[in-house]
T-cell receptor
Framework: DMKVTQMPRYLIKRMGENVLLECGQDMSHETMYWYRQDPGLGLQLIYISYDVDSNSEGDIPKGYRVSRKKREHFSLILDSAKTNQTSVYFC?????????????FGHGTKLSVL | QQKVQQSPESLSVPEGGMASLNCTSSDRNFQYFWWYRQHSGEGPKALMSIFSDGDKKEGRFTAHLNKASLHVSLHIRDSQPSDSALYFCAASEPNNYAQGLTFGLGTRVSVFP
């Protein structure tokens, strides 16, 4: 069905709590991404995963870590969340990560850290 | 400094009219461009890519790339209310493997009846 699914859609956490954002795709794509979107800053790349257990930092990795134990599943973890991590987080995937491949995005998770 | 700059920030277009969006890269390594569209409450969705100089047409959408000036534009012909959305230009280096895309801040398009 060519879909990227993100859970949950909305999340409210207190500062210092741990946060787990989940992403799944049904296209057997090798490459997956986590972006965050903020007003005035656009979409910023947090992490990339080339395949299972093969991850690389993006432009703003500080305060985040990721886990990919199955090709179809990619998690973003915030250990001890901070208020400046309030944002909308998007997961995306592409077939093999080549520049001529489009990215497929999920609907996003809106995270509020109070 | 934003490596991918878009203009205008917002644009109002009458239904049936033409919308023209602009994008410029300040990084000469960025030569591959994509246009993405994001409707409210959804994730971005790829519209089209352009990697070579000149025009590329897909339905009502036409992209134009000038590699010498690193300028790319998107023209939406016969604009429909469903075209109201945030449009992103995204760029990449030609030999960039699995490094993701660098996005501009977007142009918000509103199509009015």
């Amino acid at each position: 069905d060519m879909k990227v699914t993100q859970m949950p859609r909305y999340l409210i956490k207190r500062m210092g709590e741990n946060v787990l954002l989940e992403c799944g795709q049904d296209m057997s794509h090798e490459t997956m991404y986590w972006y965050r979107q903020d007003p005035g800053l656009g979409l910023q790349l947090i992490y990339i995963s080339y395949d299972v257990d093969s991850n690389s930092e993006g432009d703003i990795p500080k305060g985040y870590r990721v886990s990919r134990k199955k090709r179809e599943h990619f998690s973003l973890i915030l250990d001890s969340a901070k208020t400046n991590q309030t944002s909308v987080y998007f997961c995306a995937s592409s077939l093999e990560g080549h520049v001529n491949e489009r990215l497929f995005f999920g609907h996003g998770t809106k995270l509020s850290v109070l | 400094q934003q490596k991918v700059q878009q203009s205008p920030e917002s644009l109002s277009v009458p239904e049936g009219g033409m919308a023209s969006l602009n994008c410029t890269s300040s990084d000469r390594n960025f030569q591959y461009f994509w246009w993405y569209r994001q409707h409210s409450g959804e994730g971005p969705k790829a519209l089209m890519s352009i990697f070579s100089d000149g025009d590329k047409k897909e339905g009502r959408f036409t992209a134009h790339l000038n590699k010498a000036s690193l300028h790319v534009s998107l023209h939406i012909r016969d604009s429909q209310p469903s075209d109201s959305a945030l449009y992103f230009c995204a760029a990449s280096e030609p030999n960039n493997y699995a490094q993701g895309l660098t996005f501009g801040l977007g142009t918000r398009v509103s199509v009015f009846p």
